[in-house]
Nanobody, 120 residues
Framework: QVQLVESGGGMVQPGGSLRLSCAASGRIFSFNVVGWYRQAPGKERELVAAIGSGGATIYGNFVKGRFTIASDNAKNTVYLQMASLKPEDTAVYYC??????????????WGQGTQVTVSS
């Protein structure tokens, strides 16, 4: 089973940038879709962005052009470049891969998460 490992989280000031990485132990697009999700304390998990094996991307409505998801298939890694970060972006960010976004929760492979804190 392919394992996913996130990295790149940390603390950043409002307006700052971070790049998260999701490295797979095997061929990352052995799955149909890879997504970044986040969960803040007391809130439900939400989709941040996802990329399909063909390169199609989708983003959560709250992203509003601030984040970019991209893949490097040679490195079996998916990135989430985040800019113009806001305090409300503070959350644990998870990488997940699976057959579809709709079934990710039940049948996807998930990483352990990386904390992103946006604070002055």
């Amino acid at each position: 089973q392919v394992q996913l490992v996130e990295s790149g989280g940390g603390m950043v000031q409002p307006g700052g940038s971070l790049r998260l990485s999701c490295a797979a132990s095997g061929r990352i697009f052995s799955f149909n879709v890879v997504g970044w999700y986040r969960q803040a304390p007391g809130k439900e998990r939400e989709l941040v962005a996802a990329i399909g094996s063909g390169g199609a991307t989708i983003y959560g409505n709250f992203v509003k052009g601030r984040f970019t998801i991209a893949s490097d298939n040679a490195k079996n890694t998916v990135y989430l470049q985040m800019a113009s970060l806001k305090p409300e972006d503070t959350a644990v960010y998870y990488c997940a891969a699976g057959p579809s976004i709709m079934t990710m929760g039940a049948s996807g492979s998930w990483g352990q998460g990386t904390q992103v804190t946006v604070s002055s």
